[in-house]
């Protein structure tokens, strides 16, 4: 971030961006700071502080038309203003980073609150936007990051700061104001806003258990698309997932010019395993062939089942030599034998076609040369490495 404004204000002094442009940019990283969580929590401060500064104007225009006495304009003004320059220059300058809530939600909805009844109890001509202006408090603090419990509490304290305030400014002053109607009003106030806090707190509960779900259906959706890239018999990664992870490779040798190669391995006299020792040992040669392969490999999501007895390798970054040694060793290495009681040893086997990949390749042509080679080693024989 402190990178990009250098580069901001290079390119401004050089006269590619417009001076209030990059003015107002060094302006808000200056207000907001560079840490992006710490940019969100003081733009949702600033939210706030918006609406009370509109609260402020509203105040002052009562208070030029006479509908609020300048004392009491003041004091509901001040509230609010040292409420949220308190606020955001704790955020700002990282006194709440330890706290479980560094944003202060709860402390910021609670006073919020706190206006709304004081200018209840101070400015009497605003009476009637009391209950509208704290269902619209309640109303932020179910959208943020409030717990449903917090959410409860909220509007059971914006109705008891009522009761108070209505206790404050009546009981002992009778006679100054409509007592009944106002006692109408905080009825309707204390029944209206516990209950508003509750609806809140269920489509809170609502909400976190939709946000619950969809993050089980994004890993079950992770965990299909996994299943639906893997063989169900040896484990191994399927043909769409290897011809992904060599279309990839081959774009990144086409970007750096890495070699690497691509091999394919049949079983040799498969048909035969199955037909003498029946479909379960055919089943135990795949499974020891795919074991076999990927211990040689650091990354075994380069060895894929192709499909039937046949099987691929991924090498990254590998030349044509080192591979056909490396697959060579790693034949000499297999020896699975089939048998039980009464039944014949069958050693097993397999053939290798390995290629490199060339200027120009496309997959289909890597993938015909290496079968070919597979082909040759087929016919010379069996049980050998063969490149092309």
Request: charged share 20%; aromatic share 8%; glycine share 6%.
């Amino acid at each position: 971030m402190q990178a990009s404004l250098a580069w901001l204000i290079f390119f401004g002094h050089r006269g590619a961006l417009s001076p209030t442009f990059v003015s107002f940019t060094i302006l808000m990283v200056s207000v907001l700071g560079f840490d992006p969580p710490q940019r969100l929590r003081l733009q949702r401060t600033l939210i706030a502080g918006l609406i009370y500064l509109a609260s402020c104007m509203a105040i002052a225009l009562g208070m030029a038309e006479g509908l609020t006495t300048v004392s009491a304009g003041v004091a509901v003004m001040a509230y609010e203003l040292a409420g949220f320059l308190t606020f955001f220059i704790a955020i700002r300058f990282g006194l709440t980073r330890r706290l479980d809530d560094p944003a202060l939600t709860l402390p910021q909805v609670l006073h919020g609150l706190g206006a709304i009844v004081l200018a209840y109890l101070l400015i009497p001509a605003g009476r009637n936007l009391t209950l509208p202006l704290l269902s619209l408090a309640l109303t932020f603090a179910l959208l943020s990051k409030l717990t449903p419990r917090q959410t409860t509490y909220c509007g059971l304290a914006a109705a008891a700061m009522l009761v108070v305030a209505f206790m404050a400014s009546y009981l002992g002053r009778p006679d100054t104001a409509d007592v009944a109607q106002e006692a109408i009003n905080l009825i309707m106030a204390a029944l209206t806003l516990p209950v508003f806090s509750s609806v809140a707190r269920q489509v809170k509960e609502w909400r976190e258990k939709l946000d619950e779900q969809k993050v089980q259906l994004h890993k079950l959706i992770g965990d299909l698309r996994e299943l639906a890239a893997r063989d169900e018999l040896t484990g191994l990664v399927n043909r769409r997932a290897m011809n992904t992870a060599v279309l990839e490779e081959l774009m990144r040798f086409k970007r750096h010019q890495r070699p690497f190669c691509l091999a394919i391995l049949d079983i040799d006299n498969f048909k035969r395993i199955n037909d003498q020792f029946g479909h379960h040992a055919g089943d135990a040669v795949l499974l020891a062939l795919a074991k076999h392969l990927t211990q040689h490999f650091a990354m075994p999501d380069h060895v894929a089942r192709w499909g039937g007895e046949e099987f691929v390798i991924l090498l990254p970054e590998c030349a044509l030599d080192d591979a056909i040694r490396m697959l060579d060793a790693m034949r000499a290495q297999f020896i699975h034998v089939i048998g039980g009681d009464g039944e014949p040893a069958c050693g097993v086997t397999f053939s290798t076609g390995v290629t490199q990949a060339c200027p120009g390749d496309l997959l289909t042509h890597i993938l015909e040369r290496a079968d070919v080679a597979l082909y040759q080693a087929k016919r010379r024989g069996k049980n050998q490495v063969v490149s092309a």
